[in-house]
């Protein structure tokens, strides 16, 4: 039988794991939180310029940034975001598998955003064009801004990201960016949710108006691509509160275990201690009797 001392290390050594994952759960949910408010704000954001381009543009196609400049690149720019470490879980994994199934190299670029994405793209023998850090809080600009500077030269371009669907659920989805900016600013305009702030009657436009209608099309690829990292993040917490809430019921669970094998061994030992009291009794008395006799 175990000794009681080394089942009480292990229990406290249990009573730290499941205090620190509580606590790397708390970490999450409050960036949980964070992310959330962020992307309230960034859609506030977004339902403002729209209403701006939809003054001023003309028709109504959405060009991406293209018609200045025009494409540079007949070819699909593909764009994964993944996580900067490894404890995600297996959804990066599933996320390069869903974009190798489409991926040619003749036909696509790719960049990376998060550093195990680089590495398992890495182990596959396959080198991005471009590959950045996830960036941290308040800072997506840093990597938004040289991405969409990409995304003008090409075709089209489609992300691959981890999609957050609830606290205990995450998957891998995919969207082709542009599409994805005129569909969501055209559902905007069938709610009824725009009003014109500015236009071209109250206005005056420099360089041109074309020149800011591209402007502000890049700036709606940059405020979704920015939305989706966040979403990205946002699933990445969501799998690091859902392995941290689970890794702490199986610690609480063990901490249970060992608390009774603890008290069920020292039990033992005082009834070991008590049977040989009882049986050194015994002896004492039995052996006053044959001095008796």
Known sequence: ???????????????????????????ASAHIARIKNQVQQSELFFRELWATYTALRVGKEFHSGHSVKGVQIQKELIIIITAE???????????????????????????????????????RKITPTHAFRLP?????????????????????ATVYYQAYLSLMNQDV????????????????????????LIT????????????????????????????????????????????????RSRAK???????LQFNHAGRAIKDERTKEIVSSVLRSKLRKRRLLI
Request: charged share 30%.
């Open 1 to 27: 039988m175990r000794r009681p001392q080394e089942i009480d290390k292990e229990r406290i050594a249990m009573s730290s794991i499941v205090q620190l994952t509580g606590a790397f759960e708390g970490i």
């Open 200 to 247: 071209d009657v109250n206005f005056i436009f420099e360089p041109s108006i074309p020149a800011v209608v591209d402007y502000m099309e890049r700036s709606m690829l940059g405020v979704a691509l920015s939305e989706v990292i966040l979403e990205s993040k946002l699933a990445q917490q969501a799998s690091r509160f859902r392995a941290m809430s689970a890794a």
């Open 136 to 156: 941290e809080q308040g800072n997506e600009a840093s990597v938004v801004e040289p991405i969409v500077q990409e995304v003008q030269k090409y075709t089209t």
């Open 173 to 196: 989805k995919s969207i082709a960016l542009s599409a994805a900016v005129q569909e969501r600013g055209e559902s905007l305009e069938n709610a009824g949710e725009l009003d014109d």
């Open 85 to 123: 470490g490894s404890l995600s879980g297996d959804i990066d994994q599933r996320l390069i598998e869903k974009m190798l199934s489409v991926y040619k190299k003749s036909e696509h670029d790719l960049i990376v955003v998060g550093h195990h994405g680089s590495v398992l793209l890495d182990q």
């Open 253 to 259: 669970e063990s901490e249970e275990d060992l608390r």
